[in-house]
T-cell receptor
Framework: NAGVTQTPKFRVLKTGQSMTLLCAQD?????MYWYRQDPGMGLRLIHY???????AKGEVPDGYNVSRLKKQNFLLGLESAAPSQTSVYFC????????FGPGTRLTVL | DAKTTQPPSMDCAEGRAANLPCNHS???????VYWYRQIHSQGPQYIIH???NNETNEMASLIITEDRKSSTLILPHATLRDTAVYYC??????????????FGKGTKLSVKP
C-alpha cells in the first residue's frame, strides 16, 4: 500500500514549455486534489475531482488543466509554463480525511 | 481565509509534552477539528481529528473545549523528528469542495535537545 505517489519529484522547465504531473493513489478514494505551495505560504487548491471523469476548479486554477480518466490517477497539466508557476505541487486523495503525496518541486526559468 | 488562529511558533524540550493551542471561535456544529503537520518541504501529514470528544491515537491527543471554540493538540513525548509546522483546520468531513482543506500559517514547533 503506497498511499499517494507523485511523478516526477523534481522538474525544471523553460518558459513556454508544457508538462504533466501524475498523481496516483491506491486507496480507492473518490476524491483527489491538486495544491500548490509557495515559499512561506500555506497550500492553495488548484483543481479537484469528486470522481472518475469529473473535475472542478479550486482557488487558483488559471494556467492549469486536469484530467481524471481513471479513478486512481489525477493528472495536472501546464500547457505553457510561466515563472509564476514555480512552486511545490502536492496531490491528495481522500475519503473523509485527505492524505498527501510527497510533492513535485517545479522550477520554471 | 483560515477559520483558525494559532501562535506562529513554539519551542519544546525533547522528551517533554508539546501542547499546541488553536482557537476556532466561529466553528459550526457540523465542522470537525483536524490537525496536520508538515515536516520541512514534505507533504502534509494527517495527525488526528475530532468533533467534540477528546481523541487519542498513536501520534497525539486532541483536547476540544466543551464550547468547541478552542482545542489543544498534545504530543506526549516530543522528539526532534516532531519539529514541523502544525496546522489546525476546521472542516466538514466530506470530500469535494465542501471538505476542502484551508491551510493557514500554522505553528512552527521547534523541539530542542
Amino acid at each position: 500500500n503506497a498511499g499517494v505517489t507523485q511523478t516526477p519529484k523534481f522538474r525544471v522547465l523553460k518558459t513556454g514549455q508544457s508538462m504533466t504531473l501524475l498523481c496516483a493513489q491506491d486507496m480507492n478514494h473518490e476524491y483527489m486534489y491538486w495544491y500548490r505551495q509557495d515559499p512561506g505560504m500555506g497550500l492553495r487548491l488548484i483543481h479537484y475531482s469528486v470522481g472518475e471523469g469529473t473535475t472542478a476548479k479550486g482557488e487558483v486554477p488559471d494556467g492549469y488543466n486536469v484530467s481524471r480518466l481513471k479513478k486512481q490517477n489525477f493528472l495536472l497539466g501546464l500547457e505553457s509554463a510561466a515563472p509564476s508557476q514555480t512552486s511545490v505541487y502536492f496531490c491528495a486523495s481522500s475519503d473523509y480525511t485527505q492524505y498527501f503525496g510527497p510533492g513535485t518541486r517545479l522550477t520554471v526559468l | 481565509d483560515a477559520k483558525t488562529t494559532q501562535p506562529p511558533s513554539m519551542d519544546c524540550a525533547e522528551g517533554r509534552a508539546a501542547n499546541l493551542p488553536c482557537n476556532h471561535s466561529t466553528i459550526s456544529g457540523n465542522e470537525y477539528v483536524y490537525w496536520y503537520r508538515q515536516i520541512h518541504s514534505q507533504g502534509p501529514q494527517y495527525i488526528i481529528h475530532g468533533l467534540k470528544n477528546n481523541e487519542t491515537n498513536e501520534m497525539a491527543s486532541l483536547i476540544i473545549t466543551e464550547d468547541r471554540k478552542s482545542s489543544t493538540l498534545i504530543l506526549p513525548h516530543a522528539t526532534l523528528r516532531d519539529t514541523a509546522v502544525y496546522y489546525c483546520i476546521v472542516r466538514v468531513p466530506y470530500g469535494g469542495s465542501q471538505g476542502n482543506l484551508i491551510f493557514g500559517k500554522g505553528t512552527k514547533l521547534s523541539v530542542k535537545p
